[in-house]
């Protein structure tokens, strides 16, 4: 069973992020065409990758400067947090937080510094599993590759009908084919050729006898498209294990089940070669955090691969090298690294910072001290006359009505009864 979706992903963060992959998949494609006649999605998948990890390099070196900064300053850290042990209460929860946000500001380190890549991360790994299960939405030299048997199934008289029937023998029947109109009807039928299992252009065939030709060259063209060992990229390790089953072909279960322990394997490795947290009693709790999170993440990349199309797989395997590749360099270079140095530097930096505020906080204070100064504390007589002669005329001009008019009329009746 094949899970399509029939048009590109139209969410607002999520959508454009797709929309750009698949145009950097286009190039690729038709990039590694014309230079080397290379037709095979799958390479663009592992091109991208690297791509990708290579212009986020910075983004992880920074993370990693920011671990081993945290583990020389975490010992501050735990010293506030053993001092409000068991204070519950919001008021030093509250300075808790600040004094420890006062640790990484002196050493210059910012608390979110270790999020950054991740944030990135993740929707790119989102659009990239809308693009992959989807690729002639998005990628339009593949698109082509399928428009001119598109294009005679739509000349066959009653193909609607031929097409709906094709779709419960070939067992795709978790797609709604649309003929509203003939563009629809265009999309709809490319995206289910797209994720044909290999019997179902066999029975595509035995559906449309007069295309028997147009249908093998087309299968022709398109089958090194996704193919990856023999299986397609478009379907799940799940969905290929079964249909494997079916037909008996166990190359095929094989190399699906290869791919989920493929990507656990990689993440294990990728895990081991993350530096770790030095805390002295292991009571940390971002330590914890992380050590939960280390066990969980390659579990969840195991289940999770065996259910997502198999090229968001190999995104997810190729990702993982390439990190754990990157990783080698960084800890050899880290070793290197002169902590101390940094540290004074960024010091510096913030006790720059703080002044620079402190100045900032001074003359908005000092500007207010002045502004209002000679209207509360007035310093000389003719200040005081000022003053006293601008609340007589406001207070000839009352409005009728109003407190101060009712103020003037008691005012005026007392200075009456008084001579």
């Not at 053993?82 to 509250?94: F, G, T």
């Not at 290869?258 to 002295?280: A, R």
């Not at 691969?305 to 360099?329: C, D, H, M």
Request: with cysteine.
């Amino acid at each position: 069973m094949t899970e399509i979706i029939l048009t590109q992903y139209q969410g607002k963060i999520i959508g454009p992020v797709a929309r750009l992959i698949g145009l950097i998949m286009n190039w690729l494609y038709t990039f590694l065409n014309s230079a080397f006649s290379i037709q095979n999605i799958t390479i663009c998948i592992i091109l991208f990758t690297v791509i990708i990890y290579f212009l986020l390099l910075p983004l992880t070196y920074k993370q990693q400067k920011f671990s081993r900064l945290s583990q020389e300053i975490q010992p501050e850290v735990n010293a506030i947090r053993e001092k409000y042990k068991n204070k519950k209460d919001q008021v030093s929860m509250q300075k808790m937080q600040e004094e420890t946000q006062a640790v990484y500001s002196k050493y210059g380190v910012s608390t979110m510094g270790s999020c950054v890549q991740l944030l990135i991360n993740f929707p790119i790994m989102l659009a990239m599993y809308q693009v992959i299960r989807n690729i002639p939405a998005y990628v339009s030299s593949v698109k082509a590759v399928y428009t001119p048997l598109v294009d005679q199934i739509m000349g066959v008289s009653g193909y609607q009908d031929t097409m709906t029937s094709f779709l419960e023998k070939a067992g795709v029947n978790t797609v709604r084919l649309d003929f509203e109109s003939s563009q629809t009807a265009v999309n709809s039928i490319i995206d289910v050729l797209y994720a044909l299992p290999s019997r179902g252009w066999e029975i595509l065939k035995d559906s449309f006898t007069g295309l028997t030709d147009v249908i093998t060259t087309t299968e022709a063209s398109v089958s090194h498209l996704n193919d990856f060992f023999g299986i397609n990229i478009a379907n799940s390790p799940m969905n290929l294990i079964a249909s494997g089953w079916g037909e008996k072909n166990f190359l095929i279960i094989f190399v699906a089940l290869l791919i989920p322990l493929v990507s656990y394997g990689s993440q294990i490795l990728n895990l081991k070669l993350m530096p770790t947290s030095s805390s002295p009693n292991g009571e940390d709790a971002m330590a914890k955090q992380m050590k939960t999170m280390n066990t969980m993440l390659p579990l969840f990349s195991l289940f999770m691969v065996f259910t997502v199309p198999v090229g968001l797989g190999i995104y997810w395997i190729t990702g993982s090298i390439v990190r754990s590749a990157q990783q080698v360099v960084l800890n050899k270079h880290m070793k290197n690294l002169d902590l101390d140095s940094i540290i004074e530097k960024n010091k510096e930096k913030a006790e720059k910072k703080r002044e620079k505020q402190g100045i900032y906080a001074n003359q908005i204070t000092n500007a207010a001290r002045i502004s209002t100064r000679s209207m509360i504390h007035p310093e000389t007589d003719s200040e005081k006359e000022a003053l006293i002669k601008k609340a007589e005329d406001y207070a000839k001009v009352a409005r009728k009505g109003s407190l101060l008019e009712k103020a003037n009329m008691v005012k005026e009746f007392n200075e009456r009864n008084n001579k």
